[in-house]
């Protein structure tokens, strides 16, 4: 699902009475920006029932130049996580 098919889900079940794409479109950015800086202050960020995103550490490995197959060090990053609930968990098993 891309985020326009998110928006477009949220309008038709809200209706269109209640609200318009554009202020969903808003709304659903704050809450993008809001766990991106939840991330950045507390390296993790919880929905209760749906699951949580986290902040892991990658330590440098070795990898290889699919080019020139020469050994190369990949640099040791930051990546977000995402670990479902196990209520989100049951709903597809």
């Not at 891309?2 to 479109?25: C, N, P, R, Y």
């Not at 920006?33 to 929905?47: C, M, P, W, Y």
């Not at 020469?70 to 597809?92: G, M």
Request: net charge positive; charged share 20%.
């Amino acid at each position: 699902m891309t985020k326009s098919e998110l928006i477009e889900h949220v309008f038709q079940q809200l209706g269109e009475t209640e609200t318009t794409k554009a202020s969903i479109d808003r709304h659903l950015n704050a809450i993008l920006i809001a766990i991106g800086e939840g991330l950045q202050k507390d390296k993790t960020v919880t929905f209760s029932g749906f699951g949580s995103f986290n902040i892991v550490h990658k330590a440098s490995r070795q990898g290889i130049n699919p080019a020139t197959k020469a050994p190369i060090t990949i640099a040791a990053a930051n990546a977000v996580k995402f670990k479902p609930s196990k209520t989100l968990t049951e709903r597809f098993n």
